[in-house]
């Protein structure tokens, strides 16, 4: 199939903010996970400085920053939306789909030529220019929408399913609230304990230019496998480990890893998920005092906090807002009575264990939704 530059197909615009009156609603590239947006209100003089992107209806908007799949197709209803500058704002350009180019834009074809082309020192993004060197497979407006229904319907299920995993941990959610109260505000009066006093911890290893080949290769978890409550285990990059460094950033059952950076504060338990696995550095691994304080009841309190904003103090601001050693072994947590974490990591358990199910199905349903992506790039809809 041929392939031609991308801005064959969208075009960069740089619509700046202007001076407004009354209030406006602004999406960070933290806000958007998956199809789901949060975005907070804000006046023109309380806006951050990246607030400073006008969207509008069928631009789609793609995050810059290495290894972090973020689109958004804009509708009706987003577009009135001041974006962060994180975002590249696209147009599409005549013969091409806006729905197709979205597929694309979510696509490990696309991903994986961004994170090539990405460049910086701390927070690794693609600019203009980098992005402009990226190729997509040229193909006609009436197979686009053929592959984009097909690939509509296949996501649709695949939603489902997610949506179902969602409820359960809804439940969940309103059993550790009954049983601990709202941890940011320590309803129940529980202990305070600062985290490294209860637990140890350690960031992963630097991403070096050896991790394409080498004589210790093995696969790591980034930023983007660690999901809230799981692990996407579906593409795994490899770097080098030697024997010294698979002592350092080895992975234990009942780990907690940690994300230091984008949505900080995302976590799910190791579990043996996958053989010889590591870490890097973008992740905090953390091994609790399980005589005080169990993984099943942290990952919790992390939750809560990150939806509650608990993390705003806990944070450092460079480039990129990102959870430091430091920070996260001073963080405040409410220590509940272990026997009532014991508890509710027994109905945890059993919650899971049905999760676990749906999982695994929706997994399934994940790599035959890429498989149909694959077929779809290569031409073979």
Known sequence: MKQVLLTKAVGIKNQRVKPFDGGKEYLATGGL??????????????????????????????????????????????????????????????????????????????QKQKDKFSIGATQK??????????????????????????????????QKRKQAIELLDDYLKSVFLEMFGDPV??????????????????????????YITGKYLNPYLGNSNVKWFHFDLLDLLEMDFNDQEKIKYSLNEGDLLIC???????????????????????????RTNKQIILPEYLQWILWFYSKGNAFKESRTQAT???????????LPIPVADIDLQNKFATTMKIVESIKYKMLAQSNDLDIQFQALIQKAFKGES
């Open 260 to 286: 230091e950076g984008g949505e900080i504060g995302r976590c799910a338990i190791w579990k043996n998920q996958q053989p010889n696995c590591y870490f890097q550095k973008a992740i905090h691994r953390v």
């Open 125 to 158: 993004t693609i600019n203009n220019e980098k992005f402009k060197e990226i190729l997509i497979p040229e193909i006609s407006l009436d197979d686009q929408k053929h592959i984009v229904k097909i690939l509509d319907e296949a996501d649709a299920l695949c």
């Open 320 to 330: 990129i807002a990102h959870l430091t050693g430091i920070k996260l072994k001073r």
């Open 185 to 210: 505000r320590n309803q129940k009066n529980w202990k305070l304990m600062k985290l490294g006093d209860i637990s140890e911890s350690r960031l992963g290893k630097m991403r070096d230019k050896q």
């Open 33 to 110: 996970t998956g199809s789901k947006i949060r975005t907070e209100a804000v006046t023109y003089k309380t806006k951050p400085s990246r607030a400073d992107l006008l969207v509008t209806e069928n631009q789609l908007i793609v995050a810059r920053m290495k290894e972090t799949n973020k689109v958004l197709l804009i509708d009706e209803n987003t577009s009135d939306l001041i974006v962060s500058t994180g975002f590249l704002v696209l147009d599409v350009q005549e013969g091409w789909d806006s729905g197709f180019l979205f597929h694309y834009f979510v696509s490990g074809f696309f």
